[in-house]
């Protein structure tokens, strides 16, 4: 399929953007609302420029202007998720009726604006209470996580026809606990491997719990699957890239599918072997089916051998070609590669959504008062025709969500680089379509490509 080939997508196909809720709300603690992880990681100095989600898009007030952009830009469904801290801001069993009543709102503005709501539950804004009883190394936050997966799926039952219980766990993990980078900041790899457990456990506890309170709707996750290559053939530099791989991909997807961990990953991180941590009847909770698979895709690495990374002796480099203004290789192609990556390492036929592509850069408003992000159009051509070959591979994939309908307060990069289809002029809180939102609306349109 090259990119001068028209092509169509099935008719009942959805195009949608996805959004989260700290990066764009703001208002953290207004209505009752508590803090998070995040709050306290930027207010302690580890964000880019110790930016914060404290005011982001200002979409908390917003919020019906931009439905009714979205709207008018053609979007048929808005992945958003719930700020756990509105609800239960102690973290706690204190319920926060301010809170639900904020996204009661929301949902309606949704349905008066033709959006289909698909919801995240955890999109990382971890109660602080939570956060200082152990976060993610605790246990016990997973079950809280479903007592609160349970509340408001039953607040909002049969509103929401798509329930998405954690958003990219490998990032909370291994960029929280193993890199440092995200919140809470910490390095240690093995901890990783506790905050994986305790997320993937977090998903297999909470899936039940949204089917008792909200029988009609389709429960999901969302994992960022990683395009994984050895720099050389040499034995080491394969060994390196299997590792990175079965710490991206495997820790996630053969719990949920076969119930167990990679035996291969097990000498890097003892915890999955630890009867404290995985405890019986876990892998058998957490490969509870589910009704359909999220994917994002953004990363595409070549591996190579380095005695010098501690632990599992792999070093990740950006692949050789155009690299994003923070440094990533751009490889649209790759989201084929893992959109077939759970038919073809786990035999997986659910239906998968594209919850999140997108492109990053620093775009600005020309004195004509256009963004013309042509690069991150020609990007989305790109994806979207290697999504079209997965599905032409027997892929059932039935909608696509851009990263991201505003600019917004990024984990890595703060407010300093854009991902955006609509840029947002931070200091008057002004909406600018980009030239992407147009070519999108248009897409969206046509239900394909031209
Ligand atoms: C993903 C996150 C999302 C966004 C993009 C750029 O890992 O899920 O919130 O920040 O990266």
Known sequence: MSSDTAVTF????????????????????????????????AAQGGTLNGDSGAIAADHYNRYPQDHALAQELGLQS????????RIFPEGNSTLNQAGFDHYDRVLDSLAECGLTPMITL??????????????????????????????????FADRVPYWITTNEPWSCAFLGYARGLHAPGVRDYN??????????????LAVPAIRASDSSAAVGVVHCLQVIEPFSDSPLDVQAARTVSGEANGLYLEPMFKGSYPQHMLPYLPCLEDPK???EGDLECISTPID?????????????????????????????????????????DGLETILLMPLQDYGCRLPIYVTEVGYLFNDYVNPDGRVNDTARVK????????????????VDLRGIYVWTLLDDFEWDSGYSSRYGIVFVEYGTQKRVPKDSAYWYRDVIRRNGLA
């Open 379 to 394: 990007y989305y051509d790109e994806a979207f025709r290697a999504a079209a070959r997965a599905m032409a591979k027997g």
């Open 191 to 204: 901890a990783a491997g506790i905050v994986t457990h305790n997320l993937n456990l977090a998903h297999g």
């Open 122 to 155: 955890y999109h990382w804004d971890l109660p602080l209470k939570l956060q200082h009883a152990g976060g993610w190394l605790n246990r016990e936050t997973a079950y809280r996580f479903a007592e609160y997966a349970e509340a408001v799926t039953r607040r």
């Open 292 to 332: 359909f698979l999220g994917l994002n895709y953004y990363v595409h690495e070549v591996v190579r051998f380095d005695r010098t990374i501690p632990v599992i002796g792999a070093c990740r480099m950006a692949p050789l070609g155009p690299l994003t203004t923070i440094g990533s290789g751009l490889r649209p």
């Open 78 to 85: 808005l992945r958003m998720s719930i700020s756990w801290p």
């Open 10 to 41: 099935p008719e009942s196909f959805i195009w949608g953007a996805a959004t989260a809720a700290y990066q764009i709300e703001g208002s953290r603690t207004v209505d009752g609302g508590g803090l998070c992880l995040w709050d306290e990681f």
């Open 277 to 279: 941590v995985v405890r």
